[in-house]
């Protein structure tokens, strides 16, 4: 059972950044696929980028790419997803997501992932 709280959410202009933080407790995340995925109003929920450690892999949504960055330090059970460029359309509760398998190499879905934070949100305003 892993628990997932994320944090690091906020306001920001147009171009700033954020750093989003992801900390999970109950298990050690470093045998997981572990994933960002943000929802705006009105929207389905996305997901955004995935990271697998001992595979090495790494996946960001073409929407993000060049712009976001997710990372992960099993030393502190962390996951991160650093976001620089932000644009308005950015704007969503972001959520960090968990699942003891192997990143899928498609576009990630809901339904892959068995564990969840309560989300962070981010505003990006011009």
């Known amino acids: 059972q892993v628990k997932l709280v994320e944090s690091g959410g906020g306001s920001v202009q147009v171009g700033g950044s954020l750093r989003l933080s992801c900390a999970a407790s109950?298990?050690?995340?470093?045998?997981?696929?572990m994933a960002w995925f943000r929802q705006a109003p009105g929207k389905e929920r996305e997901g955004v980028a995935a990271?697998?450690?001992?595979?090495?892999?790494?996946g960001n949504a073409d929407s993000v790419k060049g712009r976001f960055a997710i990372s992960q330090d099993n030393g502190k059970n962390m996951v991160y997803l650093q976001m620089n460029s932000l644009k308005p359309e950015d704007t969503a509760m972001y959520y960090c997501a968990a699942d003891l398998a192997f990143c899928p190499s498609r576009a990630l879905r809901v339904g892959d992932f068995g564990y969840w934070g309560q989300g962070t949100q981010v505003t990006v305003s011009s």
């Open positions: 109950g298990d050690s995340v470093s045998g997981y696929c």
């Open positions: 990271i697998y450690k001992y595979s090495g892999h790494v």
